[in-house]
Nanobody, 123 residues
Framework: QVQLVESGGGSVQAGGSLSLSCAAS????????MAWFRQAPGKEREGVAV????????NYDDSVKGRFTISRDNAEKMVYLQMNSLKSEDSAMYYC????????????????WGQGTQVTVSS
C-alpha cells in the first residue's frame, strides 16, 4: 500500500510563492503518474498538475499554467509543486495523488491519496 504525506502549505499574500512537497512510501516503484489536486470549500476536487514516468511528461490545468511547476525526484519518492504568482482563487486544500497510468487530471484515475495540506492566499 502506497502512503502519501503532503507538507508545505500555509498562508501567503497574493503574488507570493509556496512550495508543496509530497513524500511517498511503500511500493512506489510501480507508480507511473503522481499529481496534485485541490479542493476549495463548496467546490469539486480539481486536478492541478501531473507528472508521469521517467520521461517526466507533465500536464497542467489551464488555470495554473505558467505559474505552477510540478517535479519529481529520481528515487520516485517525492513530488513537488512550486507555486508562484499565487492568486486568491488558488486557496484550497491541496492533495497529492498517485497511481494513474496517464497524464489525465481525473480524480477517479488515482488510487492513492494524501490527507491534504491547506493553502490560503489573501488578497
Amino acid at each position: 500500500q502506497v502512503q502519501l504525506v503532503e507538507s508545505g502549505g500555509g498562508s501567503v499574500q497574493a503574488g507570493g510563492s509556496l512550495s508543496l512537497s509530497c513524500a511517498a512510501s511503500g511500493p512506489t516503484v510501480s507508480i507511473k503518474c503522481m499529481a496534485w489536486f485541490r479542493q476549495a470549500p463548496g467546490k469539486e476536487r480539481e486536478g492541478v498538475a501531473v507528472i508521469c514516468g521517467r520521461s517526466r511528461d507533465s500536464n497542467y490545468d489551464d488555470s495554473v499554467k505558467g505559474r505552477f511547476t510540478i517535479s519529481r525526484d529520481n528515487a520516485e519518492k517525492m513530488v513537488y509543486l512550486q507555486m508562484n504568482s499565487l492568486k486568491s482563487e488558488d486557496s484550497a486544500m491541496y492533495y497529492c495523488a498517485a497511481g494513474a497510468t496517464s497524464s489525465l487530471l481525473l480524480a477517479p484515475a488515482y488510487t492513492f491519496w494524501g490527507q491534504g495540506t491547506q493553502v490560503t492566499v489573501s488578497s
